[in-house]
């Protein structure tokens, strides 16, 4: 095989790992799931809050403030990582298990008791928004 032929083998290798590293990488999974202009509240007690990346979870019994007649169910809510939190103003010691809040957010577009976070109103009334602006 000759230099030039070996470079080349080289470069076309040297190609396929970097792609693959970058598709690993920058993999975020979708949020299509979701409805892009649509937004809900929800209030109700924490049961969980899970503060891990990428992306903080709460799970909380609740029930849609726009109906009166929702029956109360558990919701799981997709928040941004704890460091978008922090920054927004949400330390960890701002809301615990059994805390009642209100959270907005842009519901499943399947039905199922799922949001993605845009916002939260606390116990004490102050309220933060996530929604990119």
Known sequence: MTITRMRLVHLCLFALIAIGMTTTTFAHHSQSQFEPETSISITGSLTRISWSNPHTLFLLEAKRVDKADDAVQEWAVEGPSPQQLQRRGWERTAAKAGDKVTLIGRPRRD????????????PDGKTISFKAE
């Open 111 to 122: 039905g199922k008791s799922e949001l993605l976070l845009e916002g939260v109103t606390f």
